[in-house]
T-cell receptor
Framework: DGGITQSPKYLFRKEGQNVTLSCEQN?????MYWYRQDPGQGLRLIYYSQIVNDFQKGDIAEGYSVSREKKESFPLTVTSAQKNPTAFYLC???????????FGSGTRLTVV | QQQVKQSPQSLIVQKGGISIINCAYENTAFDYFPWYQQFPGKGPALLIA?????SEKKEGRFTISFNKSAKQFSLHIMDSQPGDSATYFCAAYSGSARQLTFGSGTQLTVLP
């Protein structure tokens, strides 16, 4: 969607496993964001990155980790410390000259 | 801490009717107010946006009304269509924080 590729579309995690969600963009946008979406709770910010090799915690960073080694990529790892990881995860980007976000199509993570 | 409050949580409108979704914010540093539309299983997409120096913006059937003194803004969907059935999020952008804060979302259903 709009030059952002999130994969996989569906992901199943066993208890105690770490899983990594991929977010790749070809929009040449500087900023990238990870949101978690639960029914009736809107979008909650997990982590964000304004430039390569730099990232900040959002409102619900506990149990998650990220890296930003390349401008195009911002993977999110859901660790075993995240006790309730079942949710819809959205990656977004923002160009430095524009306030609007572009979202990917999301990854639905389910704990089995 | 919920900086952007959105209502109603759900809305049912007859085809051809007007859909109205309201948002209120607290932080006077917000300087850009977008609305996003999200269909099931997809990422949100930018629908329309407004800056605080403008009281109204219209794009086709979609209009944002902005009341800076009351710190409120609303989305009006004229001649609502079944294809408008989706979840709508208001948001507010802070240039200093360089991130969007989202409302909790409104699930709109337009009956045929």
């Amino acid at each position: 969607d709009g030059g952002i590729t999130q994969s996989p579309k569906y992901l199943f995690r066993k208890e105690g496993q770490n899983v990594t969600l991929s977010c790749e963009q070809n929009l040449n946008h500087d900023a990238m964001y990870w949101y978690r979406q639960d029914p009736g709770q809107g979008l909650r910010l997990i982590y964000y990155s304004q430039i390569v090799n730099d990232f900040q915690k959002g409102d619900i960073a506990e149990g998650y980790s990220v890296s930003r080694e390349k401008k195009e990529s911002f993977p999110l790892t859901v660790t075993s410390a995240q006790k309730n990881p079942t949710a819809f995860y959205l990656c977004a980007t923002r160009d430095r000259t524009n306030y609007g976000y572009t979202f990917g199509s999301g990854t639905r993570l389910t704990v089995v | 801490q919920q900086q952007v409050k959105q209502s109603p949580q759900s809305l049912i409108v007859q085809k051809g009717g007007i859909s109205i979704i309201n948002c209120a914010y607290e932080n006077t540093a917000f300087d850009y107010f977008p609305w996003y539309q999200q269909f099931p299983g997809k990422g949100p997409a930018l629908l329309i946006a407004i800056r605080p120096d403008v009281s109204e913006k219209k794009e086709g059937r979609f209009t944002i009304s902005f009341n800076k003194s009351a710190k409120q803004f609303s989305l009006h969907i004229m001649d609502s269509q079944p294809g408008d059935s989706a979840t709508y999020f208001c948001a507010a952008y802070s240039g200093s924080a360089r991130q969007l804060t989202f409302g909790s979302g409104t699930q709109l259903t337009v009956l045929p």
